[in-house]
Each structure stands twice: as structure tokens, then as C-alpha cells.
T-cell receptor, first 117, second 115 residues
Framework: GAVVSQHPSRVICKSGTSVKIECRSL??????MFWYRQFPKQSLMLMAT?????????EQGVEKDKFLINHASLTLSTLTVTSAHPEDSSFYIC?????????????FGPGTRLTVT | AQSVAQPEDQVNVAEGNPLTVKCTYS??????LFWYVQYPNRGLQFLLKYITGDNLVKGSYGFEAEFNKSQTSFHLKKPSALVSDSALYFCAVRAGYSSASKIIFGSGTRLSIRP
């Protein structure tokens, strides 16, 4: 099946700094990528949808200036958490898909654990 | 708006017994339903999906789910539980026809299988 990777798997950063998380589709070209956030013992909450070459669409309540998303190529999307604070500590998961019909899949990455100290 | 509900935060089952993890859905239009499993500190693994066709869907690791339109349910089942099935399970609905439509997740059910 299709493989999606994320880098780094874990990152610790100091409050006020920025951190970039990469999401790559390794064996397919992803026209659409999604970014989710998961707090401990909670469900996945969609943050934004990004299409290659265009601006991301953010869900209500997600600050676009804080969570910068770039989908510059068909195999790479990045999420940059700017001026991170401890409340941004979370598990961030991306998914990727080729925009297709109902039988096509979204493929999920392994997640990135962000800890802001 | 599309939504799914998982009424149980936790399900406990003895190894070898059948298991059921419940999910109900609310959709406008055709339902595109999914089950995913998540192990600690890991991403999601796809188990199965219902798009159309047979109401009984078979998936990975011996899991299956039954789509019931009249009860708007999509319960996950397995005839004989394994200790290794212990994990967090998410029911989900896709908001539209295309695979590029967003997926809305339920709150999750923690499945614990005791030896």
C-alpha cells in the first residue's frame, strides 16, 4: 500500500521558537494532504486541508498565522508551528491522497510528537 | 453535517471471546464509513471501509463491520479477540464522494483484551 512518512517523529522545542514538520508521500503523488492534531486520549481533529500549489484551507478555530502549511510539491507538505507555546504540545498526524473517487484512500503518516517546554 | 459517535470510551473483553465496538453515524447523502486502529504513539492504520455493496465488510486482522442503514450503525466486530488487538479504535466518516474530502473521526474507543 501507499506509504506516508513524517519527519521528525519527535521534537522538543523551547517556548517561542518555531518548528517545522514534514509530511511526504513516498510512492505516490498526493494532490491533497491533511493535517490533524491529537491531544492525549482524544480524537484526531482536522486542522487544515492543503492542495498542491494552492493555499491551505483551515478549519474553524485554527490560526493560520500560527500553523503555516506549505504544499509545494506533489510529495511534500510542511506544517510550521510558529512561536510555539506549551499548549501547542500535541501529536500531529498528516494524511495524503490522490484526489479520486470514493474507493480511493487517504493514507496516514506515523505522526510527530511535539513537546514545547 | 457528517458525524460519528462512539458511545463507549472503553471495551474490555477476554481473549478468545467475540468483541464489538459500537459506532453510529449521521450523514446527509451516501455514507462513506471507515474504521482505523491506533497503537500507542503511532499513526492510524486502516482496518476497513464501507462505500457501497454488501452490508458486511471484511477488513484487516480478522475484523469485520456491519453497515446497518435502518439503525445508522457501523459496529466493528471480531469473532475471537486477541491480546494484540488491544488498542484505540476510531470510527470515521468521510464528508464527501472524493477521497480528498475530509474525514471526521469519532471520539475513539479503547479496546482492552485480557489474557
Amino acid at each position: 500500500g501507499a506509504v506516508v512518512s513524517q519527519h521528525p517523529s519527535r521534537v522538543i522545542c523551547k517556548s517561542g521558537t518555531s518548528v517545522k514538520i514534514e509530511c511526504r508521500s513516498l510512492d505516490f503523488q498526493a494532490t491533497t494532504m491533511f493535517w490533524y492534531r491529537q491531544f492525549p486520549k482524544q480524537s484526531l481533529m482536522l486542522m487544515a486541508t492543503s492542495n498542491e500549489g494552492s493555499k491551505a484551507t483551515y478549519e474553524q478555530g485554527v490560526e493560520k498565522d500560527k500553523f503555516l502549511i506549505n504544499h509545494a510539491s506533489l510529495t511534500l507538505s510542511t506544517l510550521t508551528v510558529t512561536s510555539a507555546h506549551p499548549e501547542d504540545s500535541s501529536f500531529y498526524i498528516c494524511s495524503a491522497t490522490v484526489a479520486g473517487g470514493p474507493r480511493d484512500e487517504q493514507y496516514f503518516g506515523p505522526g510527530t510528537r511535539l513537546t514545547v517546554t | 453535517a457528517q458525524s460519528v459517535a462512539q458511545p463507549e470510551d472503553q471495551v474490555n473483553v477476554a481473549e478468545g471471546n467475540p468483541l464489538t465496538v459500537k459506532c453510529t453515524y449521521s450523514v446527509s447523502g451516501n455514507p462513506y464509513l471507515f474504521w482505523y486502529v491506533q497503537y500507542p504513539n503511532r499513526g492510524l492504520q486502516f482496518l476497513l471501509k464501507y462505500i457501497t455493496g454488501d452490508n458486511l465488510v471484511k477488513g484487516s486482522y480478522g475484523f469485520e463491520a456491519e453497515f446497518n442503514k435502518s439503525q445508522t450503525s457501523f459496529h466493528l466486530k471480531k469473532p475471537s479477540a486477541l491480546v494484540s488487538d488491544s488498542a484505540l479504535y476510531f470510527c470515521a466518516v468521510r464528508a464527501g464522494y472524493s477521497s480528498a474530502s475530509k474525514i471526521i473521526f469519532g471520539s475513539g474507543t479503547r479496546l482492552s483484551i485480557r489474557p
